[in-house]
């Protein structure tokens, strides 16, 4: 964040005014873990079953492998809740049979007629859509094991090689499955050959508690809900944007941090909390939203990309957030309350300071069109005096002491901060007076995406 400093004209004299530039520069790179930390505060300068059975765990390509704080199942707090899903290693014995095990199969749902069903009512699921014959009907297995919290399910596969793909796609297609801290599998194995194996959800809450919680997570949607339908569905999904960002604080104490619990009734999460609340937000009102996980800044990560018209783009809650990247009031009086610089961006600027699991095919997102700076007419071409003023004129017109803008490209960008930075030519748009006789004006930017924020 820096600050612009112009001395008042003396009404008495009529004396000229003299510009300085005070320049205070805050690096506010926190040391954050479970999510890659990009500074909002842009340093611009004028020159970021037979035989042992194996309980076994298999990490995951997730987001939020990074320790955080979180809790355990029996309810104390943890350090090590740090990964996301996380698949710790057990050990332990069974005394039921094969038969025993293929009635309970079929009991919660798993007939041979009931995976075709099963598999059909999948399709339109982004992740699900992403695997082959065999893969399907393993993911419709493990969804309706964790639906029903079921234990010590059988499976129709002995690869234990596809649970960690297949379980990341049922959880990045279903952020309603806020109970879950991973899964553990059974090898029944004879000979050291793996006969069968039992599949299990590691569940955070019993059935009661999760109804509780269903319960309270419908309410508070319920409550939103009609607040969030726009015009257009670029409409709503920028009213999504905006409301988890005002209603969330960036926050490793939440216990729930890494599910919608933490959003919704906790109103304080990590970016794999604000990332499958904006999903399941949007999924209810009818707009595809799927979760990315990557990496951003060298740490782990997880945004959305949305559907828009036919057309695709990356939306990055948790770095639209401010309080994600500054825990100090100082340096976040007065700040914007919203970054819009990853709303509704391409993959080409997301690739910038993000990279994508490579694991699974995403749509590439190319449109600009609905761009929220394309789209508020915040999106210029390089300095333009009379475009300018109508940009900041309509921001005091509407109450606001906070303007943002984007530049097409670098060149652009070069001559906008040189204009208003570097000749101080903001202070006959924005800018307001101090005591000291001083007119002030505090801005940051973001040279990646070539966006900068003035506040008064």
Not at 73 to 90: C, F, M, T
């Amino acid at each position: 964040m820096c600050f612009l400093k112009e001395k008042a004209e003396n009404p008495r004299t009529g004396g000229r005014r003299k510009r300085r530039l005070a320049a205070f520069l805050f690096a506010c790179v926190l040391g954050l873990t479970g999510c890659g930390v990009s500074d909002f505060y842009e340093q611009i300068t004028e020159s970021d079953a037979d035989g042992v059975i194996d309980r076994i765990a298999e990490p995951e390509d997730a987001a939020e492998k990074a320790p955080e704080t979180g809790q355990d199942p029996d309810g104390e707090v943890s350090q090590e809740y740090a990964r996301i899903e996380e698949n710790r290693v057990e050990e332990g014995s069974s005394h039921l049979s094969k038969s025993d095990l293929e009635k309970r199969r079929e009991e919660i749902g798993l007939s041979e007629a009931d995976l075709v069903g099963l598999q059909e009512a999948q399709f339109g699921n982004y992740y699900f859509e992403q695997l082959n014959s065999e893969e399907r009907i393993l993911y419709v297995e493990c969804y309706q094991i964790l639906a029903l919290q079921g234990e010590e399910i059988l499976l129709s596969t002995t690869d234990v090689e596809l649970l960690p793909r297949v379980y990341q796609c049922v959880i990045n297609d279903h952020p309603e499955f806020f109970y879950l801290n991973g899964y553990t599998y059974t090898q029944y194995t004879r000979k050291e050959e793996v006969q069968y194996i039992t599949f299990s959800g590691r569940y955070l809450y019993d059935a009661r508690e999760v109804e509780r919680r269903q319960a309270l997570i419908d309410a508070a949607v319920e409550e939103k809900r009609s607040g969030l339908v726009g015009s257009d569905d670029y409409e709503t999904v920028k009213l999504v944007y905006e409301d988890l960002i005002l209603s969330t604080d960036y926050s490793m104490d939440s216990p729930d941090n890494q599910n919608i619990c933490s959003v919704f009734l906790d109103r304080r999460s990590v970016c794999n909390g604000y990332a499958k609340a904006a999903q399941y937000l949007l999924n209810d009102l009818g707009i595809p939203c799927i979760i990315v996980n990557g990496n951003a800044n060298g740490s782990s990560h997880a945004w959305n990309i949305v559907e828009i018209d036919g057309a695709y783009y990356h939306m990055d809650v948790t770095w639209g957030d401010p309080s994600y990247y500054s825990e100090e009031t100082e340096e976040k009086e007065g700040a914007p309350d919203i970054d819009y610089s990853y709303l509704c961006v391409t993959t080409e600027e997301i690739s910038k300071n993000h990279s994508m699991d490579t694991a699974f095919v995403l749509p590439e997102c190319v449109s600009m069109e609905a761009n929220y700076f394309v789209r508020e007419g915040l999106y210029l071409y390089g300095y333009e005096e009379e475009r300018m003023r109508e940009i900041f004129d309509a921001a005091k017109a509407q109450g606001r002491n906070t303007a943002i803008i984007k530049a097409s490209g670098w060149e652009a960008y070069r001559e906008i901060y040189r204009n208003l930075i570097e000749e101080q030519k903001i202070f006959d748009y924005f800018g307001v007076y101090q005591e000291s006789g001083e007119y002030k004006i505090a801005y940051s930017g973001n040279e990646e995406l070539y966006t900068i924020s003035f506040w008064e």
